[in-house]
Nanobody, 115 residues
Framework: QVQLVESGGGLVQPGGSLRLSCAAS????????LGWYRQAPGKERELVAI???????TYADSVKGRFTISTDAGKNTVYLQMNSLKLEDTAVYYC?????????WGQGTQVTVSS
């Protein structure tokens, strides 16, 4: 059973930065998908940034140039660096991983952008 534990959320002003972390219980190279999704109140969960097959990164258009996804294999951790945060980035952010056809999600971490 894989566990994903997110951390790093919080309250930040517009224009600020946060870094989210997702610690996985398995070795990162065993996953063919790692990434971040978010869900704002009243909205569907949406892709933010993912890494597939360890090499290909995909970003939502709304976060391109502001967010960066990265991994640290030694720590089995996936990061999401979020810069130039906007009010509309407010959401619960979820870590997602896929391995051997099975999907795993973290419990979510709240990011609130407010002045």
């Amino acid at each position: 059973q894989v566990q994903l534990v997110e951390s790093g959320g919080g309250l930040v002003q517009p224009g600020g930065s946060l870094r989210l972390s997702c610690a996985a219980s398995g070795r990162l190279f065993t996953f063919n998908l790692l990434g971040w999704y978010r869900q704002a109140p009243g909205k569907e969960r949406e892709l933010v940034a993912i890494v597939t097959d360890g090499t290909t990164t995909t970003y939502a258009d709304s976060v391109k140039g502001r967010f960066t996804i990265s991994t640290d294999a030694g720590k089995n951790t996936v990061y999401l660096q979020m810069n130039s945060l906007k009010l509309e980035d407010t959401a619960v952010y979820y870590c997602r991983a896929r391995r051997w056809g099975l999907e795993y999600w973290g419990q979510g971490t709240q990011v609130t952008v407010s002045s």
